[in-house]
């Protein structure tokens, strides 16, 4: 895997160097901002504070920003020419694909890192259960680490940063109203089914409620695996053509 | 250090590069000579290990391409022929960026080396969006060469710059001997002719001529040009004169005489004198022009086209 750390390092730079991941940055602290404002405003008199508002929040506007975040990884190598470069240097595929998506991982980490701030607020004002925000802290890690895997897929399809960007936000739409279908079918079995396979179907119900279960983290590692296995695949594919 | 044997890429049904066979010895330099779609980058993409070819093998520094691909790619710098860039990095940053990326012990150090070596030093901090067309085809180089590459593989430096860069260009390019092979691709003669020991010609993908430049001249100059100026006929007539002469293939018009190209083995000096005389005019100027490079590349190349 030798190449990957001076991948994912530039990555990182990339993204605190663009005016595009400032703005991803910026629009996400302030609707998670907003959000926590009016749940916090709305929870002084009627309910508990939901520990997990913010995750929660973020699986539903990670179908938007992720993508935003991963567009330009492969697209903009490929328009550029630069992936002949990337390709003709003395790594393997893995190594550009993974540290590329490490990178982008390592940043949203940070953009998560900072919406953290938020539960130290709420602990200020009433005695929230930490440990219920941690949970769904390192479940909308691993959710966020998917979406961005989603991206990556997609950033790697085509050249065009905008189609990457719009075909991975629909991908991750789907994932995510998949969930809400399989609330509403009435044959249980199928249902289960539909869950199992979403994206918010690992989240709303554990890591949202307090639960770190096996299963779900399982599931987040191995939608990371198989897209960055098929994105691999793809960058592979552009020596053929 | 450079072995290419019946090297063939198909794109789909197109052939770009068909059964190439030339070798580049340890410290030469080496142009491919191309107009264009020749199949110069695609040559040099399968030699870099970008892409893989359809058929025949290639070997660089003992390694063959397909098999040991990433130990061609350690010992290989290329500058593709769009030079790859990072705008939003700094010129230092992407010249370390690749050194690391290639394995250089000592990336910072070498880095500062290579930009050095292209004198763009005190543009080190310089973000490459903000760079010139010329500063950038020069960064490329330094990104080439960053790792003390044993190969160098440069598709078309020169394209697109002023003439200052280029000539600038070219004596870097032209010092790079010795130290490393070099493999350069050009669709200018002249260039190929000033700074390659030994120049292949393909066209269509196939290889037309290679050699040394004067010996390709000497091997490819059938028949002799002369220079001809005549006094006392209008230029119609004296050129259906000379043109009439037998040994003589063809007359062309230029300046105040006459291009006279002799077939092979004809020594047309005499008849033309003679005629000259014969006819009462008089025989201002006679002498013998080397045909450049240029047009035995055009021939050759014309000859391809036809056939
Ligand atoms: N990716 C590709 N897919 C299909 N055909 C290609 C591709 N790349 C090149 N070709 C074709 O292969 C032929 C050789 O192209 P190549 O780029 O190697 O030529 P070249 O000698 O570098 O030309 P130039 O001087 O214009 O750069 C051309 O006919 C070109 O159209
Ligand atoms: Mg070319």
Redesign the pocket.
């Known amino acids: 895997m030798t190449g990957t750390w001076t991948i994912f390092r530039r990555e990182v730079g990339q993204y605190f160097a663009q005016p595009t991941a400032y703005l991803v940055a910026f629009g996400m602290l302030l609707l998670t901002g907003l959000y926590f404002n009016a749940d916090l405003a709305f929870s002084v008199t009627e309910r508990m504070v939901n520990p997990a508002v913010i995750p929660e929040f973020l699986s539903f506007i990670l179908v938007f920003f992720a993508p935003l975040l991963t567009m330009r990884l492969l697209a903009e190598e490929t328009r550029e020419g630069t992936l002949e470069l990337l390709l003709t240097a003395p790594v393997s595929d893995t190594p550009i694909v993974v540290g590329k998506f490490l990178g982008a991982w390592f940043y949203y980490t940070v953009l998560l890192a900072l919406t953290f701030v938020y539960q130290f607020i709420v602990m200020q004002v009433t005695n929230a259960d930490l440990g219920h925000s941690l949970c769904a802290y390192i479940g909308i890690w691993l959710y966020g680490g998917a979406t961005l895997a989603v991206g990556l897929l997609f950033s790697a399809l085509t050249e065009n940063q905008v189609v990457a960007a719009f075909l991975a936000m629909a991908t991750l739409l789907f994932l995510w109203l998949g969930d809400l279908a399989g609330q509403i079918v009435a044959n249980l079995d199928l249902a289960r089914l539909i869950r199992e396979l979403t994206l918010g179907g690992h989240f709303s119900s554990s890591f949202a409620v307090g639960i770190v279960r096996a299963e779900d983290i399982a599931y987040y590692a191995g939608m990371i695996a198989i897209m960055l296995f098929i994105s691999i695949r793809v960058v592979e594919s552009k020596r053929w053509? | 250090m450079i072995e290419v044997e019946n090297l063939t890429k198909h794109?789909?049904h197109?052939t770009?590069?068909d059964g190439l066979t030339f070798t580049a010895d340890a410290g030469e330099i080496v142009g491919l000579l191309?107009?264009?779609?020749?199949?110069?980058?695609?040559?040099m993409?399968m030699l870099t290990g970008f892409m893989p070819p359809t058929s025949g093998s290639a070997r660089i520094a003992g390694f063959d391409i397909f098999t040991d691909s990433l130990e061609v790619r350690k010992r290989v710098g290329y500058l593709p022929?769009r030079v790859p860039l990072y705008p939003d990095m700094t010129v230092k940053g992407y010249v370390t960026f690749w050194a690391e990326l290639r394995g250089a012990k000592q990336p910072r150090q070498q880095a500062e080396r290579a930009l050095e070596m292209v004198n763009l030093s005190d543009r080190r901090n310089t973000l490459v969006r903000n760079l010139s067309k010329g500063m950038r085809q020069r960064l490329g180089l330094a990104q080439a060469l960053v790792h003390d590459p044993q190969v160098v593989i440069l598709?078309?430096p020169t394209i697109g710059i002023d003439p200052q860069q280029v000539i600038e260009v070219r004596e870097r390019v032209r010092a790079l001997r010795q130290q490393h092979t070099v493999l350069f691709?050009t669709?200018i003669l002249s260039e190929a002719e000033q700074i390659c020991d030994r120049v292949v010609i393909?066209n269509k993908?196939k290889i037309v001529a290679q050699g040394a430049p004067n010996a390709l001249r000497q091997q490819l100059q059938h028949g002799v040009n002369l220079y001809v100026q005549i006094s006392g006929a209008n230029s119609a007539t004296a050129g259906r004169l000379l043109s009439d002469l037998r040994g003589v293939q063809s007359v062309e018009a230029q300046g105040d005489g006459f291009i006279v190209r002799a077939r092979q083995g004809a020594d047309v000096r005499g008849d033309i004198a003679q005629r000259v005389v014969q006819a009462g005019y008089t025989l201002l100027e006679m002498r013998p022009v080397a045909m450049t490079l240029e047009e035995i590349f055009l021939d050759i190349v014309g000859k391809g086209q036809a056939s």
């Open positions: 053509r | 794109y789909g197109h770009a590069v191309g107009p264009n779609g020749a199949g110069k980058t695609t040559t993409r022929e598709d078309e691709s669709h393909i993908g």
